[in-house]
């Protein structure tokens, strides 16, 4: 089943690529962003529950599909990038077992306990 999800991920990875390249920014951003937002990691100074809400708000594909939509509707091409680099994070990441997080420790996630 794992395999599965990481395929699964992988596709929506290859999606944010394919969605980046219409926009009118040079690919370099993209691999620049790409880790922008682990930025959520930074709540975890102030303890398991922050840390696990910031780092969700950073990793959760249904705010960067509405960022992305919203950018869309607005047409502002930066909240459109906003919401692809979210989106395509957020799926390299699950590519590799990181998942949303629960607030008992940044280990454990959605996709289960990371290092197991």
Same mark, same amino acid.
């Given at each position: ?38 930025? =959520?990691? /930074? ?9 696990? %809400?910031? &780092?969700? *708000?950073?990793?959760? #594909? !249904? ?19 906003? =919401?692809? /680099? ?9 590519? %590799?077992? &990181?998942? *949303?997080?629960?607030? #008992? !420790? ?11």
């Amino acid at each position: 089943m794992k395999n599965l999800i990481r395929l699964e991920e992988l596709a929506m990875f290859a999606l944010s690529i394919l969605l980046f390249a219409n926009l009118p920014f040079a690919w370099w951003w993209f691999l620049v962003l790409l880790l922008a937002p682990d930025i =959520g990691m /930074i709540g975890y100074a102030f303890g398991n529950k922050a840390g696990a %809400f910031a &780092y969700n *708000l950073f990793h959760h #594909k !249904g705010i960067a599909i509405l960022i992305y939509s919203l950018g869309w509707w607005l047409s502002n091409d930066f909240m459109i990038c906003g =919401g692809i /680099i979210l989106f395509g994070h957020a799926s390299m990441d699950r590519i %590799f077992g &990181y998942g *949303l997080k629960y607030e #008992k !420790g940044f280990k454990f996630t959605h996709l289960g306990e990371i290092g197991k």
